[in-house]
């Protein structure tokens, strides 16, 4: 990633915690949240923004990185490490990321194009398998 990527990621999530999600709570119609994953080669964490839907007490994510043909980061730091901690409009949370079963892809990928036609287009373009990835609550609660 880019230097002037990274600088508007940070900008991002700089504003978002600042504003509990006032800034940065919603994109294209869809709620953000904050996704804090370890880096599978550096151990550092990281933070980034993801779009994402609310299935009860579950967060369903997806790993589009805009169409593009590689991986985001952070998938690739979730199936090194499932740990992860999310931030939603100021509230933290340690979750356990999980890979979501092709039935259930089918259904949710249906809620989210609904929601965000321009996800359509992503898996269209990129000729990999685009993953979504349930964020559920971690045993014990918050971060």
């Known amino acids: 990633m880019n230097w002037i990527a990274r600088f508007f990621i940070a900008l991002y999530v700089f504003l978002y915690r600042r504003t ?3 800034i940065g709570g919603r994109l294209n119609g869809m709620p953000v ?3 804090t994953t370890t880096g ?3 151990g550092k964490r990281r933070t980034v923004p993801v779009m994402y839907l609310k299935e009860g007490v579950n967060y369903v994510v997806t790993a589009s990185n805009g169409g593009r043909e590689k991986h985001p980061a952070w998938w690739l730091n979730l199936k090194g490490n499932r ?3 999310i931030g939603v409009e100021g509230v933290h949370q340690a979750v ?3 890979p979501v079963s092709p039935e259930e892809k089918r259904r949710l990928r249906a809620q989210l194009v609904e929601k965000a036609p321009s ?3 992503y898996q269209k373009r990129a000729s990999r398998e685009i993953p979504m990835v349930i964020l ?3 045993a014990g609660g918050g971060a």
Do not use: C, D, Y
């Open 20 to 22: 509990r999600g006032a």
């Open 83 to 85: 740990q992860a901690t």
């Open 33 to 35: 949240l904050l996704l």
């Open 96 to 98: 356990v990321a999980e």
């Open 136 to 138: 559920r609550p971690a």
């Open 119 to 121: 996800f359509e287009g």
């Open 40 to 42: 599978r080669k550096t």
